[in-house]
């Protein structure tokens, strides 16, 4: 048997790319040198593009490619180049593009093949390695493709430039202006499709898409569409409910594999929790229930404790495997609960969450809210334990592993989450985390001043993309709003001018993906599980000009909402983040100043602010001691100098209240109007 060597992808960072470091197919990483092999050799690439919770990712390199005949045929006929999805999506966002043009699907492991200058012809997701589930075997598409590649070489390079020209086609180049319709549209195309009886949208899978319900919460404060509301609580419910979500550790896993939340994909991601949590947060402020107070707070406590890099910053995801299986770490047996709980506790919990001889996954039991198990106030004690206890339990089974990038982009998506609980919750934990992440990014994952993708394995690499600062800048924001310290707002703007000078599409608005033009320069307006950068850019635009008193900030974001209007049309449900933006746009910003001599003063007026679920609010506060840097930063607080007394100044649609002088006045000011 011949002794196994490292391949290319040993000297990487990434822990994707680090799993296949001691496959047989000599990988090379997406690159100069794979690049150039290719076309010196003049062999077509074979793409293959995952992610490092992906389980059929997992399983196609198990079957595939740690295969030695199949790894003999890919190195003697192509030049093999994995890619980790999440350092280069725009790598992944303009491959994925094309196998969907190519066979009207996509997903992970994403399969492609290219001529030896990028362009797709023939592609796919996950291959098995014998037919079967109506598809080839992987070995069968590959002789394939290399036999067109020898035997039909003129059809290939044909079919590489029309599916090219398909996917790089330009959009509307007028715009369209985006008018109050348009979040009808938005609200009419996610009624639609909502599930009234088990919550979320659509079939299954179902995804949480914490989007959608922040902007259904938003149209319900607008316009006061009960449904809007019901259809953002239900879904919450059954989620928190469900086994979607960790009952035992917090936090939820990627998504459900049926419609009604139980069973679901148990990889979890830094992003999912990070967004649900702040869904469940405005939640608790729109509705004043402790129970989605205590999702967020078992979801923030989840990344607080198991997802915290050394020195701050928090990882990328968990894995849905371990040795032993998918799911079986987070699954349960009566004799298990009994065993870690106690019989007394252990019963009283297997009724709650519904552990049964029988099982609901391969003889085990996905914990979930039982219906119709309602635990009374003498069994809450009981669960408490018993949670406790099985988490201990737990953390000594085999564990799925961790992804230990630290994502810029995903981590202003965390800091904008424990920044909101920071505003709802006395524990200051929160607002301690959020800070944290902030500085390690920009103490770590920078390079003379500019965001980087992520840090790994000790190094901080890639070129930050839109999303990285966009989200971050979100991040950044949100914590300055809640902290009133002149340094995040500071560095808010620095960021999102750079993002302006390196990014923007100056003729037709909109910000690139990124500066890469390997293999094209891409645009993206899309918000699925996460928003796209294009959307929260716009968001923050508006935030900003509110802010600091800058209308081209303004002007940037209504070029952004244009460049993309008829791509809103097209699919309204589909650009719910992008809808957020546009509702700040038609329908106004109410700009919040409050000046005091200290911060004792400052946070007494913040928080009967920030006790309300109030989208459009923008907040600047200053004392005494940061008036003067702030001052630097904004126009706002002209003629506005701290006094001896804590003052807030309303302003609406160009129209600005009395100074409130006292917490009630400020309330009597931030109170709608009945009816």
Wanted: hydrophobic share 35%; charged share 25%; proline share 5%.
């Amino acid at each position: 048997m011949p002794e196994r060597r490292p391949n290319r992808l040993s000297k990487e960072k990434s822990p994707y790319l680090l799993k296949h470091a001691w496959n047989p197919v000599d990988w090379y990483s997406w690159g100069d040198e794979a690049l150039a092999k290719a076309k010196n050799d003049n062999k077509p690439i074979f793409l293959s593009i995952g992610y490092s919770t992906c389980h059929w990712c997992t399983v196609m390199e198990r079957e595939s490619f740690e295969d030695a005949k199949t790894a003999a045929f890919i190195n003697k006929n192509f030049i093999p180049i994995k890619v980790d999805r999440e350092e280069r999506p725009e790598v992944d966002a303009y491959y994925m593009g094309a196998v969907q043009a190519m066979t009207g699907g996509g997903g992970w492991p994403l399969t492609v093949f290219l001529t030896p200058d990028l362009k797709p012809f023939y592609g796919g997701t996950y291959f098995p390695p014998e037919p079967r589930y109506g598809m080839p075997s992987f070995m069968q598409v590959l002789e394939f493709v290399s036999n067109l590649w020898k035997d039909k070489r003129e059809e290939v390079t044909a079919n590489s430039q029309q599916v090219s020209a398909a996917i790089s086609a330009p959009g509307d180049s007028r715009g369209v202006e985006l008018g109050r319709e348009a979040l009808d549209d938005g609200y009419a195309a996610l009624a639609a499709s909502y599930d009234p009886e088990h919550g979320g949208f659509g079939g299954a899978p179902k995804f949480p898409l914490p989007g959608s319900l922040g902007f259904l919460l938003r149209y319900n404060y607008r316009t006061g569409k009960q449904l809007a509301l019901d259809a953002v609580l239900k879904t919450l419910d059954e989620m928190a409910a469900g086994g979607i979500r960790d009952h035992v550790g917090g936090g939820f896993h990627r998504y459900s594999t049926d419609r009604v939340w139980l069973v679901p994909h148990f990889e979890k991601m830094l992003y999912d929790n990070a967004l649900l949590a702040k869904v469940y947060a405005d939640a608790y402020l729109v509705t004043g229930k402790e129970d989605y107070a205590d999702v967020m707070k078992e979801t923030l406590g989840w990344i607080s404790n198991e997802m915290k890099a050394e020195g701050g910053g928090f990882y990328a995801a968990q894995d849905a495997d371990t040795e032993v299986g998918e799911g079986t770490y987070y699954t349960w047996t009566p004799a298990e609960v009994l065993e870690a709980a106690g019989a007394t506790d252990g019963e009283i919990f297997c009724r709650v969450y519904g552990v049964t001889k029988t099982g609901n996954f391969d003889g085990r039991s996905i914990l979930h809210r039982a219906p119709g198990e309602e635990p009374t106030k003498g069994d809450l004690a009981a669960v408490g334990r018993a949670k406790q206890a099985l988490y201990r339990t737990r953390i000594k089974r085999p564990r799925p592993a961790t992804d230990t990038k630290v994502m810029t982009s995903w981590n202003g998506l965390a800091i904008s989450a424990f920044a909101a609980a920071a505003r709802i919750s006395d524990d200051g934990t929160y607002l301690r985390d959020a800070e944290a992440s902030a500085n390690f990014i920009l103490n770590n994952v920078t390079k003379e001043g500019r965001l980087l993708r992520r840090f790994a394995g000790g190094e901080a690499a890639l070129e930050g993309t839109l999303e990285d600062c966009a989200f971050f800048v979100q991040g950044l924001l949100d914590l300055f709003e809640t902290t009133s310290q002149p340094r995040w707002l500071r560095e808010s703007i620095r960021l999102t001018r750079e993002m302006v000078l390196g990014l923007e599409d100056k003729e037709a608005g909109g910000f690139y993906l990124s500066t890469d033009r390997v293999p094209a320069m891409l645009k993206e307006s899309y918000d699925g599980p996460t928003p796209s950068g294009n959307s929260v850019a716009a968001l923050n635009l508006l935030r900003l000009s509110e802010l600091t008193g800058d209308e081209e900030f303004r002007k940037i974001s209504e070029r952004i909402l244009k460049c993309f209007g008829s791509e809103v049309e097209r699919n309204p449900s589909g650009h719910t983040v992008m809808l957020a933006a546009l509702d700040l746009k038609v329908n106004g910003t109410r700009e919040i100043v409050i000046t005091a001599p200290d911060s004792r003063g400052l946070e007494e007026m913040k928080t009967e602010v920030f006790r309300r679920f109030s989208p459009e609010n923008v907040v600047l506060g200053a004392t005494r001691e940061s008036f003067g840097d702030l001052s630097r930063l904004t126009a706002l607080l002209e003629e506005r100098k701290p006094t001896a007394k804590a003052r807030a100044f309303v302003c609406q649609n160009f129209t600005c209240k009395l100074p409130a002088d006292s917490v009630g006045a400020l309330r009597a000011q931030l109170e709608r109007p009945k009816g």
